[in-house]
T-cell receptor, first 114, second 112 residues
Framework: DVKVTQSSRYLVKRTGEKVFLECVQD?????MFWYRQDPGLGLRLIYF???????EKGDIPEGYSVSREKKERFSLILESASTNQTSMYLCASSLVRRGQETQYFGPGTRLLVL | GDSVTQMEGPVTLSEEAFLTINCTYT??????LFWYVQYPGEGLQLLLKATKADDKGSNKGFEATYRKETTSFHLEKGSVQVSDSAVYFCALSSGGYQKVTFGTGTKLQVIP
């Protein structure tokens, strides 16, 4: 079974802090994704990566950056956390082949920025 | 760009009732279509999928048929259970890198 793990289930940070969210997958997937989930807005893509050291902006990249130094690990960085970044953050991974686009999600990190 | 529209919730049903959650999409080309489910406190997991027109995806008693002519992928289940209470997301994947576009989710509550 594919397993996607996220470093924390719950996180509380102060405004202005630098925040790291880590995601690890164990199935050698090429693609990895970071989403945020907010009530009434569904899932919105922040960034994704299709290979090591490669990244692409999603729909809402402002205020975020990412790092993918190893294939299995994809980090989301909030350079200077703000209260409007309070949200649920979900990581996912998938293969790159058509017909194999199923995304496998981690359990999520609920981030509160005070 | 690609988009997915699904019915707003919450949807409240009695146990053993029939379920339909509507989903329509806009996409270029020939997308793959998905239903994901999110149980309380968990991430999303794939419920079913269909990759071409007229395909029917099914799993755990849920079904959805890829209708290209109406650009729809409605989710149905003949008899819901309390354990089906969750948020359901319709989604599509098209273009490069298999990016997935999600709908806003429909919360289902099944009462005994």
């Amino acid at each position: 079974d594919v397993k996607v793990t996220q470093s924390s289930r719950y996180l509380v940070k102060r405004t202005g802090e630098k925040v790291f969210l880590e995601c690890v997958q164990d199935m050698d997937h090429e693609n990895m994704f970071w989403y945020r989930q907010d009530p009434g807005l569904g899932l919105r893509l922040i960034y994704f990566s299709y290979d090591v050291k490669m990244k692409e902006k999603g729909d809402i990249p402002e205020g975020y950056s990412v790092s993918r130094e190893k294939k299995e690990r994809f980090s989301l960085i909030l350079e200077s956390a703000s209260t409007n970044q309070t949200s649920m953050y979900l990581c996912a991974s998938s293969l790159v082949r058509r017909g194999q686009e199923t995304q496998y999600f981690g359990p999520g990190t609920r981030l509160l920025v005070l | 760009g690609d988009s997915v529209t699904q019915m707003e919730g919450p949807v409240t049903l009695s146990e053993e009732a029939f379920l339909t959650i509507n989903c329509t999409y806009t996409a270029t080309g020939y997308p793959s279509l998905f239903w994901y489910v999110q149980y309380p406190g968990e991430g999303l997991q794939l419920l079913l999928k269909a990759t071409k027109a007229d395909d029917k995806g099914s799993n755990k008693g849920f079904e959805a048929t890829y209708r290209k002519e109406t650009t729809s992928f409605h989710l149905e289940k003949g008899s819901v259970q309390v354990s089906d209470s969750a948020v359901y997301f319709c989604a599509l994947s098209s273009g490069g890198y298999q990016k997935v576009t999600f709908g806003t989710g429909t919360k289902l509550q099944v009462i005994p």
